[in-house]
């Protein structure tokens, strides 16, 4: 598998491609003149509870109020997911009760607290926000009040999990923080985990000093711009190669990438040419068809998609797509549930 990243750079905008042989994985767009909100941390001030939704409307200095369920004010949030629970340190931060409580016994109209924007604003809906916190590095996720130790299942050498978690215990971390190990951590070395860890607690000290300093609703710690992003979140060993068109992005990103992994730097290159770098290795196009409405299936079907602010409907329609049985046994005229007809509209035509 072939995966390599290209960086497009602007006055307005900022726009990052994922390639997997070739073809477009993954596409994200940054304005620069737009906050950058997932991620970024606010001081924000209670509006309303709403008992009935158990949830709160957060004022959180935007537009719109953000909106913050119980769930994401109790629990834990490394529970499930994409991550393994290894350890839960006792005397931990974290309340657990017998029966949950409800989002009147746990917040008040004019409280402030810090929160985390977890999703956008879309549409008419504001921010979807949290209280669990967390600070993600390369290598590690702090988690500042989940007293828990979590590894990504992607480590699933027994013996690289156990050398990582003892690593992380002679850290000596508060007993209300946690970490969750990402995958780009498979076979760092001690120095570089240690290292981070550090910087990560240290980061959130000074987040935690400046929350106190900040008048509610405000903003406290901005998340990182794309091109830091993806040398944070998406630098791992499995990618061969970067290029990116903006000179001074391309000397951010290495002095970024080279403070904690000279082999990842090497991997950065400067794109040069005239032709713009998204029509030189094919990306232009692809990005085209994301935006189609309809999108056309190489069996002479076609799917329909409309979003909206509460989900993506997608509508799948057989379109030219015409079944001809060939006799009893033919997989065309056995396939009755609606299943096997949408698995045979993605096919290619079989029964023609």
Sequence with gaps: MHKEIYINADILETRVAVLVDRHLEEFYVERHDAPRLAGSFYKGRVESILPGMGAAFVDIGLEKNGFLYVADVIGSPTSEGSFDLLEERP??????????????????????????????????????????????????????????????????DPEERDRIKSILKELKAPKEMGFVVRTASRGAQRRELMSEAKYLMRLWHGIRERSKRVKAPGIVYEEYELVLRVGRDMMTEDISSVEIDSREDFRKLSRFLGSFSSTLRSKVKLYRLATPIFEKYGVEEQIDKLYHRVVYLKSGGHLVIEQTESLVAIDVNSGKFVVFPLGPMDACASSRSLNAFIEMLFAEPRCF
């Design 91 to 156: 005397h931990g931060a974290s309340q657990k009760y017998k029966t949950a409580p409800s989002i009147s016994e746990l917040l008040k109209k004019g409280d402030e607290i810090l929160v985390q924007v977890v999703k956008e604003p879309l549409g008419t809906k504001g921010a979807r926000l949290t209280t669990h916190i967390s600070l993600p590095g390369h290598f590690l996720v702090l988690m500042p009040f989940s007293p828990t130790i979590g590894i990504s299942k992607r480590i699933d």
